[in-house]
């Protein structure tokens, strides 16, 4: 499939661990580095992790990724109220030629 | 540290062309790619095409017979435009730099966004 599914939102408490899912098929994630963006509304979206698992200089390493297969997965540990945001994955896709995105997740610090 | 700024019209006419531009500062425009990504509204992000430092350019499918991505080096912008809009062409656009890294292509620098609406 040429297009990357996120449940839509996500939630946790000051200090926990949340894990948000991107999955995919074999013409994108399964073939392709996942790249992770935060974006706050009104803001521009930022890049969080490349290729799977790199993060940026600046990004704190409380963000970590994985891929598995077609599938992904982004890790916010000692979650802070500031982590509130979207979370978009995004692939490159064969079928596409072009990268697709996820329909984003909302994390929500409660 | 590099910033992206797009600008252009807030509402446009159906079937009338959408002309966005964004300016680049901060940094080199040479070496890179240059992408315009939008979001309609309650919708996910759809990669609209790029083009390179050196003119060449590629676009969405769905969108290719109507789009134009062009570049000004000397005047560090590229511009968007979109020809024969519909209402289904109203969204945020972002403009974004693409970076490559061991066959990875990623966005790592975008623009806050400009909402675009198209209504008569």
């Known amino acids: 499939q040429s297009v990357l599914n996120q449940a839509p939102s996500a939630s946790g408490t000051p200090g926990q661990r949340v894990t948000i899912s991107c999955s995919g098929g074999?013409?994108?994630?399964?073939?392709?580095?996942i790249n992770w963006y935060q974006h706050l509304p009104g803001t521009a979206p930022k890049l969080l992790i490349y290729s799977n698992d790199q993060r940026p200089s600046g990004v704190p390493d409380r963000f970590s990724g994985s891929k598995s297969g077609t599938s992904a997965s982004l890790a916010i540990s000692g979650l802070q109220s500031e982590d509130e945001a979207d979370y978009y994955c995004a692939a490159w896709d064969d079928g596409l030629h072009g990268p697709v995105f996820g329909g984003g997740t909302k994390l929500t610090v409660l | 540290q590099v910033q992206l700024q797009e600008s252009g019209p807030g509402l446009v006419k159906p079937s009338e062309t959408l002309s966005l531009t964004c300016t680049v500062s901060g940094g080199s425009i040479s070496r890179y790619y240059w992408n315009w990504i939008r979001q309609p509204p309650g919708k996910r992000l759809e990669w609209v095409g790029y083009v390179s430092y050196s003119g060449s350019s590629k676009y969405n499918p769905s969108l290719k017979s109507r789009v134009t991505i062009s570049i000004d080096t000397s005047n560090y912008q590229f511009s968007l435009r979109l020809s024969s809009v519909t209402a289904a062409d109203t969204a945020v656009y972002y403009c974004?730099?693409?970076?490559?890294?061991?066959?990875?292509?990623?966005?790592?620098?975008w623009g806050q966004g400009t909402l675009v609406t198209v209504s008569s």
């Open positions: 074999s013409s994108n994630i399964g073939s392709h580095p």
């Open positions: 974004a730099r693409e970076q490559t890294y061991a066959g990875n292509n990623y966005f790592d620098y």
